[in-house]
């Protein structure tokens, strides 16, 4: 199974005259089997995409396969398939998790009583909470919330699930939690992870896009992408008023009190010392447009 | 500063939004509407002034109630926006103080509200100044009469309901809930004052309205009188005040406790039950264990087929149900309702203090139904809470924040609507059958056993729970096609009340108006009537319902994409396969089933509109007017042979006509005027030719070859055919107390025979229909001094009547009944009063219990259902108790029969239909009073049968003071027969239950006795009058000249100025100041006694000084009281304990003192040890109850 995203385009007529904002330009993607990262600043783009693939919005332009279905015409083929995590969601807060649960199960297909108990309660105690399955909704915690947003995606072993942006707002326990629970599903489902934490990125995804202003920079796998600026990047420790105007800096950031300036350069420049590039390196050189598909000026 | 900041930002905030716009826009429109049209016709018939300060307060004041339920949202959002958004934690740390923050808040949300209600005043402004009002009835422009009603009513009440939003919407977090509070004002301001307002608890009734709209009413539309209604200004006193002042209190109380209450913190889930069982369940929940890899998930099948979607749709109902249920509207719905219910329906099952039989027909008709689209009671909450959580499920899931995820599962749209409908509809089954439970404890506690479960399930789970699913699926689509939740709340809102208002607006054919159609019936006479057509009017509306739900699951919101545009292209995408189906079959349904209803309302029978019938009315004036007061021959003998079907619907008249002509000339021509709702063939036994035959305004001329001669005589022949004719929009022929032709319980009248002339009362009245129709005015009643004398009564007839039933029923028609018989597998009997009776005659059949006896020369009949025989000897103790005595003083009894009929129909009155005939509806014969207290089957039949000498004997011309002639007359004598048949204690019992406020609360405004047309003036205060004179006077020579009067007018239309010159004749030159006070102005006595004390004497006997208070005062007919001096005589009287069961002990001294005005004392001397005693203690002139007796302290 694969998913195909051809052309899509998305455009937001924002309120007033103020005019238009276009959140998808143009995008196109082949998402094959397996853990796809989606990686991208805040406002790129990236819901939009997830809530399209989603069936909850429409694209203006564009087709989107999910192996034989067309995603924007059969959406309700689509939802028997589909497993999506939003980045923000609530719950009713006077029902408990194990009724909710259930309810969703039914929602999703499960219509027998008896082996929907069986789903309810293996999914409760892979997210972790059977124990607490009594307990109002609008007593959990923030984290026990999202693993039970997790139980509701994971309903039914969607072949397509979107997961967007999971780990805001997780502490670090919570958040390793999360992935290896991700983990597990990219062995035979399409899972899209959006994010702007690196970090997920790299530590669960085969492959990965890079998206910004609804256009998508750089499509790659991230071990690949690493290779590929092997020698590239370098750092320098600076003063923080010192500007080092003739390098082309990709990111800048404060360690313990000084400032780390990472370049991109093909040669050795003077006084800097070779990095090994990490994902991040990719990211931010992908965004000041060093590398990827499609140079962001092309756009402009 | 920071309080103005938020105070503008908040202002500023919510007028961007539409519904402050839209709200302005609806109560603008509807003061103009209520202004123009509704509320005139109804409330002030003649004279009135479009810009009467009354007028401007009445809509200011139905303009707050709508208002109360059409924006509470501006209140919530004001106090809870930033706990729904979230926003709270960056407003709540902001260094501002709680004065400001609530403070700006509640004042921006009162401003608004203020701002708002401004429209209402605009549109009724609108409606007088506007284009198209009459300046003929527009007063001068008072803008104080505008400022009143905004400052007094919209104000306060701004205040108090911004107040009760606010607050519920704070402690809650969540803005809708401002609804909530809405709602409960609402419950306490119309259902709850009117419970208690029915139940004879009126200062309550008049506290308990926090919008004040029964304390308005109250006083402004009963008390007064038309002038004042023009002209008097609106401010606040009295009741109104204290009202005012009480619930401004509250606020200002509750708004007090908000601030102490309402902490800058964070809103945690607080869940008492949760509190209760943490302890137990905590522990587990904090076990920190990463072994989620281990668990797998079994496989599970799963389905996608109608099958699951079932399964789907009756999980999303049960969630929508447990979603109400739970929350405290729900809680309030389903138990604190019906517990409310309860109690008022044993409280309101009362009539004159009297109990009411708890038979399930009256419970049913009376109490636990209401008609959706009429709502006049506290059956209103339902389509209001129908509304509002309607618009909570459609809004559940994105209100929790949840719509994305279910969105997002493979479920089709109409599963959601579905559920969710079926959720809504599971709570308003719930709530019926918890109805039906509370009608059955009604049962129990009132030691009633005959439970008719299945009338109970037939009426609430079949009629009622029908109209209310249909309302639920309206409200349901609205709220999804809207798609804004507070634009959803109004429109539903205004939908509901143009259905409500729909006739108003000229909408009155049940095609139109949504879930609208002929009322079912239910009686225990006719069982269950007028099923059918309710039945293809609701099928009908099934049928749009259907297509609602199309449209609701075609532009169904889901995901992101709400734009209309957008939703219209989706709606396009989804109208395919079962959706397209259903629409079609919907559509179908609708116009087949529309189809045949027009076919039975238009087709079979007429559909005239009430334009048409003022048009007819008003063509036949100007066409047939000119015939008025013409020659014709007189009706002097009626025979008919009558044959009722009641198992097809059907019944035929044949019948003939003696008529003479009793005028001096030859008569040419013969007017008839046939029923419109029968088929009627007319002919002469003389050669005649019909000149004019108008079928359409009911007016046939027929030229007589040979004119009749003085006292000459011609026979009329006519058939009269009943046939059912399918139905028409109002249902069967006429409703429940009207004429039908039924299985059981038949009652058909005289109405339908022909008429002799042309008939004044089928004119126009409204004086501005008679304006529009440029006919010449008619002000009102002609003074009693302008009737001209010798105008002649209607002659009476000798009848007789042959009356044909089914073999198991019993037919009644006016007379003495000769004989009956079998015949053909039928059931006859033949009725005949050769003493020439008049008035309009009844038919009935019915399956009825026959009692007969004879009194003297009387045959004396009484026909009841056979369930409803408890008092019937109560009844026959009135009967004869009436005929002796009143044929003793007012005349012989002159007919030969009388009949007591069950009139089939729940209505609760009992009237006199003709000579010989009382009629009283099924609820009369629920009236149970117990043992020897106080008995109201007595008193009216009592009342009624006066009626047979004042309204049968003596006439009243149509004229001003006429009900004085009837009702006042018909009420002394039930009075006069009270204190000689029982004691003087039976008629004071009885005079205390006259004197509740309810249904007539005293004027002492208005028109004198002699010209009066008022409601209480006929039957209170005219049969106070009597009874004062009477005691004054004497009774005999009172009675004496009514006796007189009778015989003087035994042919002609008396007034007021007859009864007056013979009441004069008996009065003694001493009391003629008396007699002009209480006839000829509207002089009301004020007595107070202060104090009574007694002290023994050396004799023995007491001595009880007493210290009065008088007062004595003349009001013009404008309002305007003048203080006179009282100086004449009163009685004063001490009296010994009461025994058990008496108000008031034995009379120890009862004589008139000439008393003056103001204070004095007065001493008298007992022969007994006095327990109480004071002025006026039979309340002859003081006709307010309270303060004229008062305790004998005893000095030692």
Known sequence: MELQIRNISKTYSNGRSAGAVQALKNVTLTIPTGMYGLLGPNGAGKSTLMRILATLQE?????????????????????????????????????????????????????????????????????????????????????????????????????????????????????????????????????????????????????????????????????????????????????????????????????????????????????????????????????????????????? | ?????????????????????????????????????????????????????????????????????????????????????????????????????????????????????????????????????????????????????????????????????????????????????????????????????????????????????????????????????????????????????????????????????????????????????????????????????????????????????????????????????????????????????TFVVLVESQHWGIPLLPRTSYLLTKHLTGVLTSPTNYWIMVPLFTIYYAGELVWQERDAGLSEKVDATPVPEWVLFLGKLIGLGLILAALMAIVAVVGITVQVIKGYHQFEIERYVQVLLGFKLTDYLLFATLAMTVQAVVNQKYVGQMVALVTYLLMVFSSYLGIKHHLLVYASGPEWSFSDMRGFSSIEPWLWFRLYWAAWALLLAVVARLLWVRGRESGFSRRLQIARLRFRGATAGFAVIGVGLVLILGGYIFYNTNGLNEYVTDDDVVQRRADYERLYGKYEGIPQPTRVATTLQIEIYPDQNRATIRGRYRLVNRSAVPIGAVHLEPAFYVRTRMSFDRSANVVVADDKLGHFIYALDKPLQPGDSLTLHFDVEFEPRGFRNSGLRTNAAGQAILENGTYITGDALPIIGYQPMRELWSADDRRKYGLPRQITLPDPGDVDPSVTANAPATFEATIGTDADQVAVAPGVLRRSWREAGRRYFHYASVTPINGRDVFFSANYAVHRERWKHVDLQVYVHPGHREHLERLLRSVRAALNYYSAQFGTYPFRFLQLVEQPGNFMGMGVDGSGVITGGEGFFLLDPQDNGFDAIFEIVAHEMGHQWWGMQLKPAFAEGGGVLSESLAWYSAMQLVKKEKDREALRRFMSIMREPDPWPPMRTGLPLLRAMDPWANYRKGP???????????????????????????????????????????????????????????????????????????????????????????????????????????????????????????????????IRSGRQTITVTVPQKPARGGIDPYNLLDWEEGDNIEEVTIEK
């Open chain 2, 1024 to 1154: 106070y009058a009597m009874n004062a004179l009477s005691e004054y006077v004497g009774e005999d020579c009172v009675n004496g000249a009514l006796r007189t009067l009778i015989a003087k007018k035994a042919s002609s239309l008396a007034t007021t100025i007859d009864m007056y010159r013979e009441l004069q004749a008996v009065t003694p030159d001493s009391l003629k100041p008396l007699l002009a006070d209480l006839f000829e102005r509207n002089t009301s006595w004020t007595f107070d006694t202060r104090q009574a004390t007694g002290k023994q004497t050396a004799a023995g006997t007491w001595q009880v000084t007493f210290q009065v208070e008088s007062h004595k005062v003349v009001a013009d007919s404008a309002g305007v009281d003048t203080e006179v001096p009282v100086n004449q005589w009163v009685e004063i009287g001490v009296f010994a304990p009461a025994q058990s069961g008496e108000m008031l002990g034995k009379p120890l001294y009862v004589q008139k003192h000439f």
């Open chain 1, 59 to 300: 694209p203006d332009a564009g087709s989107i396969r999910l192996g034989d279905i067309d995603v924007v015409n059969q959406p309700d083929e689509v939802r028997q398939t589909l497993g999506y995590l939003p980045q923000e969601f609530g719950v009713y807060p006077k029902a408990r998790g194990e009724e909710l649960l259930d309810y969703f199960a039914i929602l999703k297909g499960f219509a027998e009583r008896r082996s929907r108990k069986e789903v309810v309660e293996a999914l409760l105690r892979k997210v972790n909470l059977w124990d607490v399955r009594k307990q109002k909704l609008g007593g959990y915690s923030g984290g026990m919330r999202q693993r039970f947003g997790v139980a509701v995606a994971l309903l039914g072993n969607p072949k397509l699930l979107i997961v967007d942006e999971p780990t805001a707002g997780l502490d670090p326990a919570e958040r390793v939690r999360f992935l290896n629970l991700l983990s597990e599903l990219g062995e035979n489902s399409v899972v899209i992870l959006s994010t702007h934490i690196v970090d997920d990125v790299s530590e669960l995804c085969t492959r990965m896009a890079i998206i910004n202003k609804g256009e998508i920079l750089h499509e790659a796998e991230p071990l690949k992408a690493m290779e590929a600026l092997q020698g590239r990047i370098w750092r320098k420790i600076i003063q923080k008023n010192e500007l080092a105007r003739e390098h082309t800096v990709i990111s800048t950031k404060l360690l313990g009190g000084r400032t780390v300036v990472h370049v991109y350069s093909e040669e050795t420049p003077a006084d800097f010392e070779p990095v090994q590039p990490d994902l991040e390196d990719v990211y931010f050189a992908t965004m000041a447009g060093h590398v990827g598909t499609r140079k962001p000026d092309a756009a402009v």
């Open chain 2, 1 to 341: 500063m920071k309080f103005w900041a938020i105070f503008r930002f908040e202002f500023a905030y919510q007028i961007r939004r539409p519904w402050p716009w839209l709200s302005m826009a609806v109560l603008m429109v509807f003061a103009f509407f209520f202004t123009r049209e509704a509320v005139l016709p109804v409330t002030l018939p003649q004279n009135f002034i479009l810009n009467s300060p009354f007028i401007i307060t009445v809509v200011s004041m139905f303009g707050c109630q709508i208002w109360l339920l059409l924006t509470p949202a501006i209140s919530g959002e004001a106090a809870a926006r930033d706990l729904q958004t979230r926003m709270h934690p960056l407003m709540f740390t902001s260094p501002i103080r709680k004065t400001d923050y609530l403070g700006g808040r509640f004042l921006a949300a009162f401003g608004l509200h203020a701002l708002i209600l401004l429209a209402v005043q605009v549109g009724s402004l609108l409606a007088v100044y506007g284009p198209g009002a009459n300046p003929e009835i527009i007063g001068p422009f008072r803008p104080a009469a505008y400022l009143a009603a905004y400052g007094y009513i919209a104000l306060s009440n701004a205040l108090i309901a911004t107040t009760f939003q606010f607050a519920v919407a704070l402690f809650t977090a969540r803005p809708m809930a401002s609804y909530f509070g809405s709602l409960l004002l609402f419950f306490l301001s119309y259902p709850v004052t009117l419970t208690l307002y029915m139940a004879g608890l009126h200062g309550r009734a008049l506290l308990a309205d926090p919008i004040g709209v029964m304390a308005i009413m109250n006083e402004m539309m009963s008390n007064w009188t038309i002038v004042e209604k023009n002209v008097r200004l609106f401010t606040l006193e009295g009741a109104m005040l204290l009202n005012r002042l009480l619930w401004l209190g509250i606020a200002l109380g509750t708004l007090s406790f908000l601030y102490w209450r309402f902490r800058f913190t964070h809103r945690t889930v607080t869940d008492p039950w949760a509190w209760l069982t943490r302890r137990f369940s905590t522990k587990a929940a904090s076990s920190v264990a990463t072994r989620s890899a281990a668990i797998s998930v079994p496989y599970a099948p799963r389905s996608f087929g109608y099958a699951t979607h079932l399964r789907q749709t009756i999980a999303v109902a049960q969630s929508s149900f447990r979603m109400i249920a739970a929350s405290p509207g729900g809680l309030f719905l389903l138990i604190v309702f019906p517990m409310l219910l």
